[in-house]
């Protein structure tokens, strides 16, 4: 009932920005809380941000926590994730994912999942 699709990677240099946008169809879209994950070569997939539903309540790792904003409109159906001032450590694949709780940060516990966009980070 939920489909996620992700755009906005590209390459850039350290200390540029990024906009993330992750469009959402399905009729449950304004309950799902939702979410940002990011996975790099040869590591797990490792949690970036969520968001409550309402777009009220946000959640952080100290690894981007004042450097990544997470946001939405629902009237578009779609979540955004502001990256600035990024790091050559912030290349990954990043993915949008739709849960029923806020806040959680393990992977395994989101029911849908976007395909991916590429985000990399020259030094």
């Known amino acids: 009932q939920v489909q996620l699709v992700e755009s906005g990677g590209g390459l850039v240099q350290a200390g540029g920005s990024l906009r993330l946008s992750c469009a959402a169809s399905?009729?449950?879209?304004?309950?799902?809380?939702m979410a940002w994950f990011r996975q790099a070569p040869g590591k797990e997939r490792e949690f970036v941000a969520a968001?409550?539903?309402?777009?009220?309540?946000?959640y952080y790792p100290d690894s981007v926590k004042g450097r990544f904003t997470i946001s939405k409109d629902n009237a578009k159906m779609t979540v955004y994730l502001q990256m600035n001032s990024l790091k050559p450590e912030d290349t990954a694949v990043y993915y949008c994912?739709?849960?029923?709780?806020?806040?959680?940060?393990?992977?395994?516990?989101?029911?849908?999942w976007g395909q991916g966009t590429q985000v990399t980070v020259s030094s």
């Open positions: 994912a739709a849960g029923r709780t806020f806040p959680v940060v393990d992977a395994a516990r989101y029911d849908y």
């Open positions: 399905g009729r449950t879209f304004r309950t799902n809380p």
């Open positions: 968001i409550s539903w309402s777009g009220g309540n946000t």
